[in-house]
T-cell receptor, first 116, second 113 residues
Framework: DAGITQSPRYKITETGRQVTLMCHQT?????MFWYRQDLGHGLRLIYY???????DKGEVPDGYVVSRSKTENFPLTLESATRSQTSVYFC???????????????FGDGTRLSIL | KNQVEQSPQSLIILEGKNCTLQ??????????LRWYKQDTGRGPVSLTI?????NTKSNGRYTATLDADTKQSSLHITASQLSDSASYIC????????????FGTGTQLKVEL
């Protein structure tokens, strides 16, 4: 089925470990985004990508790395996890035709990440 | 600072009743305003998108209004159902530096029997 899927749904890891969150979309949307959602905050943009091999920082990029070698995949890596990165992470995509941000973003169901 | 403030923070209503959620924003310059519904444990789902020239937009029992002069929006839910229980998030598109979306923290709605 078409859609956007994130994996894993839940992850527990320890501080200092590297962890990668996966995001896959089947719409061939050009734009993809990574957000984190924390209590008391609205969704905050970590990184986004306008197309394969094009990525850019969002509001809270420190401690995160992204890549986009294929249009459909946009993995997010925490190089050395810290407790402050405990959060729910959402991936989203949108159609390029209407300049990305003027179209609705389609969100995955999130990855709940706990760092002990 | 560009901000999006939503009220109330939480709301409980009886099934079948109507309710209105508020969103005030200071984002400028502004392109469009969106309302999303987020069920527990799920990602947000788009309900409406309004440009600065639109005053109202409906999606079934959901009607969003926008007053770009006062920088206020509301989401009205008619004849609420148990399945309307969710967080409703207001999002504003800032076309200024960074071309970004600013998210509110949401209104948590619970519909009870």
């Amino acid at each position: 089925d078409a859609g956007i899927t994130q994996s894993p749904r839940y992850k527990i890891t320890e501080t200092g470990r590297q962890v990668t969150l996966m995001c896959h979309q089947t719409w061939s949307h050009s734009y993809m985004f990574w957000y984190r959602q924390d209590l008391g905050h609205g969704l905050r943009l970590i990184y986004y990508s306008a197309a394969a091999d094009i990525t850019d920082k969002g509001e809270v990029p420190d401690g995160y790395v992204v890549s986009r070698s294929k249009t459909e995949n946009f993995p997010l890596t925490l190089e050395s996890a810290t407790r402050s990165q405990t959060s729910v992470y959402f991936c989203a995509s949108s159609d390029r035709r209407a300049q990305g941000l003027r179209q609705p973003q389609h969100f995955g169901d999130g990855t709940r990440l706990s760092i002990l | 600072k560009n901000q999006v403030e939503q009220s109330p923070q939480s709301l409980i209503i009886l099934e079948g009743k109507n309710c209105t959620l508020q969103c005030n924003y200071t984002v400028s310059p502004f392109s469009n305003l969106r309302w999303y519904k987020q069920d527990t444990g799920r990602g947000p789902v788009s309900l409406t998108i309004m440009t600065f020239s639109e005053n109202t937009k409906s999606n079934g029992r959901y009607t969003a209004t926008l007053d770009a002069d006062t920088k206020q929006s509301s989401l009205h839910i008619t004849a609420s159902q148990l399945s309307d229980s969710a967080s409703y998030i207001c999002v504003v598109h800032n076309t200024g530096g960074g071309n970004k979306l600013t998210f509110g923290t949401g209104t948590q709605l619970k519909v009870e029997l």
